[in-house]
């Protein structure tokens, strides 16, 4: 069982940027999984945003998001992070982080998830 703990999110403006975080629980390791991060507003379907591979060589993002967010995994592969800048109303959502054993649109784990709240 891999457990998922997302930290990072907070209410900001528009054109911030901020990080996220995910680390695996206590006893969990990650290093050999896909990781990616998914979000969900309010009255909207769960959609992609980014993912990466177990090596961190491989990165897939949504349209919706490429040239602002950038995921990346820590030097121990570990904790994985989601680095979001100019950021728009409409990234406004509870994002989760996911691991499977490969890069999917329907990962194996999920985290509780992390609100992201940004005002115009």
């Known amino acids: 069982q891999v457990q998922l703990v997302e930290s990072g999110g907070r209410l900001v403006q528009a054109g911030d940027s901020l990080r996220l975080s995910c680390a695996a629980a206590t006893e969990t390791t990650i290093t050999t999984y896909a990781m990616g991060w998914f979000r969900q507003a309010p009255g909207l379907k769960r959609e992609f945003v980014a993912a990466t591979s177990w090596s961190g060589r491989d990165t897939y993002y949504a349209d919706s998001v490429k040239g602002r967010f950038t995921i990346s995994r820590g030097n121990g592969k570990n904790t994985v992070y989601l680095q979001m800048n100019s950021l728009k109303p409409e990234d406004t959502a509870v994002y989760y982080c996911?691991?499977?054993?490969?890069?999917?649109?329907?990962?194996?784990?999920w985290g509780q998830g992390t609100q992201v709240t940004v005002s115009s």
């Open positions: 996911t691991a499977g054993g490969i890069i999917t649109t329907t990962p194996d784990y």
